[in-house]
Nanobody
Framework: QVQLVESGGGLVQAGGSLRLSCAAS????????MAWHRQAPGRQREFVAL???????NYRDSVKGRFTISRDNAKNTVYLQMNSLKPEDTGVYYC????????WGMGTQVTVSS
């Protein structure tokens, strides 16, 4: 079955960095686009970043220049390097893949203090 397991979240001060990881299994990782979404308290989930199977990337405007999505097909893992973090980046970060339907991991909490 499809599994997405996120890790790497935590508490960090504004201006700090975190690197999130998502270990994927149950599907052909290298054949699929992977994405990160996030959900802040009291808000809807929102798109953060996407990496295609070819390695092209796309970001929401508010994280451009600060976040970098990457993938390691040999490890079936997608990463999100987050630099210059801001309090508004606080939320639960989810790894996602679209197969026959959308699949989500359980998420990892990121808290940025001011």
């Amino acid at each position: 079955q499809v599994q997405l397991v996120e890790s790497g979240g935590g508490l960090v001060q504004a201006g700090g960095s975190l690197r999130l990881s998502c270990a994927a299994s149950g599907f052909i990782f290298s054949d699929n686009n992977m994405a990160w979404h996030r959900q802040a308290p009291g808000r809807q989930r929102e798109f953060v970043a996407l990496i295609t199977r070819a390695g092209s990337t796309n970001y929401r405007d508010s994280v451009k220049g600060r976040f970098t999505i990457s993938r390691d097909n040999a490890k079936n893992t997608v990463y999100l390097q987050m630099n210059s973090l801001k309090p508004e980046d606080t939320g639960v970060y989810y790894c996602t893949v679209v197969l026959s339907r959308n699949y989500w991991g359980m998420g990892t909490q990121v808290t940025v203090s001011s």
